[in-house]
């Protein structure tokens, strides 16, 4: 077996357990709440303080940074030091530098050892997303896919992830500038829910709605139109769901991905899992965030 370690930035929003049992290796982000020092995830905040305080604070919008190029290639030195190989998945490049920060952490760690075998990708994803891709590369890693045609497996599924998702209101994204803020006021006005799609690495408009419920079924449908032109079998693809603050809703949620699946031919697969979106990623769509992500399988032979 061709081993190598599985490392992903704190965007991954991958479960403890799961993270503990696949042998992944995760490079915190940090957040701010509003004012003050930042903190670590899920070191010095967990993500369920971090939505108390959301809710807590409506119009008070905290922020994140990136690891550190020190962060990086601490872990790198290690890796390097073991003579061990690595392949690492950032968050999309378009909505954070963390790719480019582990890019130069890898520049300078090759000053000391030129023949380091560690790769990193930018994703072209983000949060739950991008936990799934983290999780293909743990497949093909212990399925005894060598490094480099799991490096150039996860290129070929990459072009293939979706997010489909609605949030609470357009606020949090204009504040960050994810959006123009301009479609934030009008947002704010007129009570449109808007819903948005994650692909090629970036962020667009799926449509608009009045309501969390039409918004949900505005989402639905674009999940809907995605799978049928995409894929025959259920075989074919990885799908879950992801939420902010209320559990519950995305369970309610989730049956309906059920009915969805099995209404195209495409049902019999598992569960579909359930992963709360972290508190990096809260920070620009809100505490009201629920959506589906959906990821080509990497070939395991």
């Known amino acids: 077996m061709d081993a190598f370690r599985v490392i ?11 993270i503990k049992a696949r ?7 940090f957040v701010m709440l509003g004012s003050g020092s930042y903190l670590q995830q899920n070191v010095d905040i967990g993500d369920d303080e971090f939505y108390e305080w959301m809710v807590a604070h409506p119009g008070v919008y905290p922020s994140s940074s990136t690891p550190s190029t020190q962060d990086y290639l601490k872990v790198f030195t290690e ?3 073991a003579g061990e190989k690595a392949v690492v998945l950032c968050i999309t490049e378009k909505f954070s530098n963390s790719y480019q920060t582990a890019r130069i952490a890898l520049d300078l760690l090759r000053e000391d050892y030129p023949d380091a075998e560690i790769t990193v990708l930018n994703s072209m994803v983000n949060t739950v997303l991008q936990g ?3 999780l293909e590369a743990c497949n093909m890693r212990d399925a005894g896919v060598s490094y480099e045609e799991t490096v150039k497996r996860l290129l070929e599924i990459r072009p293939s992830g979706r997010i489909f998702f609605t949030i609470g209101g357009i606020d949090y994204l204009s504040h960050g500038g994810r ?4 479609a934030g006021k009008v947002s704010g006005v007129l009570g449109i829910r808007p819903v948005i799609t994650l692909k090629e690495g970036e962020i667009f408009l799926g449509g608009v709605a009045r309501g969390r419920a039409k918004s949900l079924e505005k989402t639905l449908k674009n999940a809907r139109d995605y799978l049928s032109e995409t894929f025959t079998s259920r075989d074919q693809f990885e799908i879950c769901l992801g939420y902010g603050y209320d559990y519950n809703e995305a369970v309610e949620f989730r049956a309906r991905v059920e009915s969805l699946l099995d209404e195209l031919g ?5 569960e579909i899992h359930i992963t709360h979106i972290s508190s990096v990623i809260a920070v620009h769509t809100g505490p009201y965030a629920l959506g589906i992500g959906i990821l080509a399988k990497a070939r395991l032979d």
């Open 8 to 18: 992903t930035d704190g965007s991954g929003d991958l479960p403890p357990e799961v």
């Open 23 to 29: 042998g992944i290796t995760v490079i915190n982000f």
């Open 79 to 81: 890796i390097a030091k």
């Open 132 to 134: 799934l891709m983290v």
């Open 179 to 182: 959006i123009g803020r301009l």
């Open 266 to 270: 495409l049902g019999g697969g598992g």
